[in-house]
């Protein structure tokens, strides 16, 4: 009994994690958040871009159609031979259709004629639906276009085939989608850990004082530089037994996916920096890592489709740093994009960048406030004292140095 009371004293304590806050915290998470923002089980309107070179009456009434399914929302329509590798960068597109020239024709002189679609595989569960709607679109059109279904157009007679190709993951590998994940996930988490601390360990080694009277922010920034090489270190190390043991498919640049790493690590540091900045110490800090890491790895499209949240919800997860690490893995690492190809990510991401150190400047100079407001409150109750002190000497109720006779 008395263990017992001892320990709970010190959970009720605030010197350890507030796990009597934390539990039910991730409960209220579990069950009311996710269970809103993944109450999606299919992909619903996931964007479709079609390059139509035929241009005809059957292929604009096709569009149509695919439009309104409910699985599609055709985003463009394209009337020139394009990459469509490029169509699927920056996730503007989960499937492409081709619909090749004389579609229309070839399916009135029964000339045997495809439509191709490309997938983007980088999550084998997202296209699911769309493959599925897809072959049961063809086959009623099909159907019609026999008389099967009560068509009585009989000079149509030419079936239209689906050929399907799975771009950058067509093994479906796991090296490519949830291992890959794990390792960006758990790379930041324990980066995170390693830094959420500095703000109460620089206070209670007192080197905070120091900081915010002659320092900058940049001094915390530079403090977070060998934890972002060792991180940059452990994702290549990572990515390379992937390459090796496993079946990753590195398309891109590596320099170019390193070069946006700087960018990333240095701003989860900041994030976490900033987070963990009013902690009592270090350990009650450690507890703050659930606020932005996890949110990345389970709205990030790692784990789960993109295509299965709402819009808001995809706008969203943006908040978190992780859901920008997978932007970057998927354009670079998977679909081999450049920087030019993605610079409208990689500029919006910089905005991101600018608010995480707004933050901990923020959190910088409020400390510096707090340091001179306590400095003026010591010299002001000093200056009382020494006043008191005097004017006992002058009544020669005390000797006038301060000292008992």
């Known amino acids: 009994m008395s263990a017992l009371k001892s320990e709970l004293k010190f959970l009720f304590s605030g010197k350890g994690m507030p796990y009597e806050k934390v539990c039910l ?43 309104a399914s409910e699985y599609m929302e055709v985003t463009a329509v394209i009337n020139t031979p394009t990459d469509p590798k490029k169509l ?4 503007k597109a989960v499937a492409v259709l081709y619909f ?24 084998t569960a997202q296209t699911a639906n769309i493959k599925e709607a897809m072959q049961e679109l063809l086959a009623l059109d099909n159907a019609a276009a026999s008389g099967d279904v009560g068509s009585t157009n009989d000079s149509v007679r030419g079936e ?8 950058f993951n067509p093994q479906e590998s796991t090296s490519n989608t949830e291992t890959l994940g794990f390792l960006f996930f758990f790379g930041s988490m324990f980066f995170t850990f390693a830094t959420i601390g500095m703000g109460p360990r620089l206070r209670l080694t007192h080197e905070m004082d120091r ?14 530089i060998p934890y972002a090489g060792c991180l940059i270190v452990s994702f290549v190390a990572g990515m390379a037994v992937l390459r090796v043991w496993g079946d990753l498919n590195f398309s891109g640049s590596l320099l170019a996916f390193l070069f946006t790493q700087i ?15 009013t902690a009592a110490n270090p350990g009650i800090a450690s507890s703050r890592m659930i606020l932005f890491i996890p949110g990345g790895f389970i709205l990030g499209g790692m784990t ?25 893995q998927r354009d670079i690492i998977a679909r081999g994009a450049g920087l030019s190809d993605i610079s409208a990510l990689f500029g919006a991401f910089l905005v991101y960048m600018t608010g995480a150190a707004a933050l901990l400047c923020w959190r910088f100079y409020s400390e510096r406030r707090k340091h001179y407001a306590q400095r003026r409150k010591e010299a002001h109750a000093k200056e009382k004292m020494e006043a008191w002190a005097k004017n006992m000497a002058k009544e020669n109720l005390v000797p006038a140095t301060g000292k008992e006779g």
Do not use: C
Request: glycine letters at 6%.
């Open 25 to 67: 915290l991730v409960a209220m998470v579990v069950t009311v958040i996710l269970s809103v923002l993944l109450s999606g089980n299919f992909a619903k309107d996931a964007k479709v871009v079609v390059i139509d070179l035929d241009n005809s009456a059957y292929t604009r009434e096709l569009i149509t159609r695919i439009d």
């Open 88 to 91: 699927f960068y920056q996730d």
């Open 100 to 123: 090749p020239r004389d579609l229309e024709k070839n399916r009135f002189t029964g000339a045997a004629s495809n439509i191709g679609i490309f997938y983007d595989n980088t999550n």
């Open 160 to 167: 239209v085939q689906l050929a399907d190709r799975r771009l």
């Open 211 to 224: 900081m915010v009277e002659t320092g900058t922010p940049w001094e915390i920034i530079a403090r977070l």
């Open 263 to 277: 960018f990333y690590v240095v701003t989860v540091g900041m994030m976490s920096v900033a987070f963990g900045w």
């Open 304 to 328: 789960g489709p993109v295509t299965y949240y709402s819009d808001w919800v995809v706008h969203v997860s943006h908040v978190f740093p992780l859901t920008w690490e997978f932007h970057f």
